[in-house]
């Protein structure tokens, strides 16, 4: 018998925009008074999404305690909503992910690592068009946690996906606990307006390494002198890979309509009738998902889907260019120093060596490849940058003197806080520190993985000048 199923919407949107899915559902075998639509407060300022979370929890207990809601259940999100439900789920059931009545989570276009547009949202534009009704609030406090590489990423993934050296183990996603899947399309809008905010290897909305709920997460201390102890890999706590399916066709907004019957999803962006079907299909595949060996085989055949879509770019469809299907990757960073103070200003470059050599293949890399570089809004100490891998593997490596290693490089420097402190060196002005980050085909150092999250915490050495302290003696 299907299990009663929770869909959960995203940041502006309400539940009316999933009544096309309910009734897909309901075409396939599951009841109306088994689907439950979720609303909740998006767009006024004061509202987080932990305080969404929060609220999802008090709901859910209280329906479970009258007999609403059966002891498991599966929940359907979109976009913001992957973060309302994780925010539930890592804190309602902290420490206790088998007790979670939720059995499968199935993401539609998850904003689980953040979002370019929340950005947009926050500014004179993101007010005017979404704002107009609602007193001109567009959720301030939500679009901070939205944010590319927000404070609240960096501490819900390491709630749920990763845990950084010293944490305590736990898992949320597991074979006795939750099994989440993401599905996301890779096809930006295809209507005139919103063509606006388009992103290649996005949905127009959310970017496929920011949808992935695999995450890498990495420490990079500049105290260390060798290599092998500079890096510092986190831990995953994921018991196996989550599934991810990324579709050619499916826009952020079509994505919650796998029949697109509703007249905005009708996008005419050309697809065979298996792509149209496609979304539906995994939908109730991961419904029917009923054991964790199930769910490792799917990952599996998700997996080839995707690569099957990126593939794509050697002959896109009519209508769509080759890099809608590249495959990218984004990098979140965090500077901090010696005392974990957050280190606002400094600057990040990228290499195929230590000398810097190479330039044209380096004037390639920084033109096509790293196409994208966000500071955060709310701590200027965290970086968003935007890595075309399609082009990092097929273009820049190739351009490398014959010979040279496919490696990745990363220097760092940062503004002196002022005239007694710099970093790295006392005494030289520009003073760096230098990191190879990838190493293409050996996978161990591959470190940088495509449709991927980075979360990279980058510690430099804070050096007092030699006028900060001294020792006279007595005359």
């Avoid at 009544?19 to 300022?45: C, E």
């Avoid at 590319?148 to 845990?163: G, H, K, T």
């Avoid at 706590?237 to 050619?248: I, K, S």
């Avoid at 150092?445 to 006279?472: C, D, G």
Wanted: hydrophobic content about 35%; proline content about 5%.
């Amino acid at each position: 018998m299907p299990r009663q199923v929770l869909i959960i919407h995203g940041w502006s949107d309400t539940s009316k925009s999933f009544v096309a899915l309910g009734q897909f559902l309901s075409a396939n075998g599951y009841q109306p008074k088994l689907i439950w639509l979720g609303d909740y407060i998006s767009r006024d300022d004061d509202v987080r999404v932990e305080d969404v979370g929060i609220r999802m929890a008090e709901v859910i207990d209280d329906m479970l305690g009258r007999g609403e809601l059966d002891g498991t259940f599966d929940v359907i999100v979109h976009s913001t909503g992957g973060l309302v439900a994780r925010s539930w789920l890592t804190t309602r059931y902290r420490g206790q992910a088998e007790q979670c009545p939720m059995k499968r989570l199935i993401m539609l276009a998850p904003a689980n690592h953040g979002s370019k547009l929340a950005a947009t949202g926050k500014s004179l534009l993101g007010r005017v068009v979404k704002g107009y009704d609602n007193w001109f609030q567009t959720g301030q406090s939500m679009l901070n946690d939205l944010e590319l590489s927000s404070p609240y990423q960096w501490e819900l993934s390491q709630r749920d996906v990763l845990a950084a050296p010293g944490a305590q183990a736990g898992r949320c996603y597991s074979a006795n606990a939750v099994w989440p899947f993401v599905i996301v399309g890779s096809h930006p809008y295809a209507s005139m307006l919103r063509q606006i905010v388009n992103e290649d290897g996005s949905d127009g909305t959310v970017r496929v390494c920011a949808a992935n709920l695999n995450a890498c997460g990495v420490t990079i201390d500049f105290r260390e002198i060798e290599e092998q102890r500079m890096m510092r890999v986190w831990e995953s706590r994921l018991d196996c890979e989550v599934p991810l399916a990324v579709l050619p066709t499916r826009t952020h907004g079509s994505i919650v309509d796998p029949e697109r019957t509703v007249g905005a999803n009708r996008e005419d962006i050309a697809e065979s009738p298996e792509e149209q079907a496609e979304l539906g299909r995994l939908v109730l595949e991961a419904l029917a998902c009923e054991s964790f060996e199930d769910y490792r085989k799917l990952q599996g055949r998700w997996r080839d889907l995707s690569e099957r879509t990126a593939a794509r770019r050697a002959d896109p469809p009519q209508g769509s260019s080759r890099e809608f299907f590249h495959q990218y990757m984004q990098v979140n960073t965090y500077v901090i120093d010696d005392h974990g103070e957050p280190v606002p200003d400094y600057f990040l470059e990228f290499f195929s060596n230590t000398t810097k050599a190479h330039d044209d293949a380096n004037v390639y890399l920084h033109r096509n490849v790293i196409e994208d570089v966000k500071k955060n809004s709310v701590n200027a100490a965290l970086r968003n940058l935007y890595f075309d891998r399609t082009e990092l593997v097929e273009g820049y490596y190739p351009r490398l003197p014959a010979g040279t290693p496919p490696e990745l490089y990363m220097s760092i420097s940062a503004a002196a806080p002022g005239r007694n402190v710099a970093y790295f060196e006392r005494e030289k002005v520009g003073a760096e520190g230098k990191v190879r980050v990838h190493l293409e085909g050996d996978k161990p150092k591959r470190w940088l993985q495509r449709n991927t999250t980075h979360y990279v915490q980058i510690i430099i050495p804070r050096r007092p000048s030699a006028e900060v302290f001294k020792l006279r003696r007595l005359p």
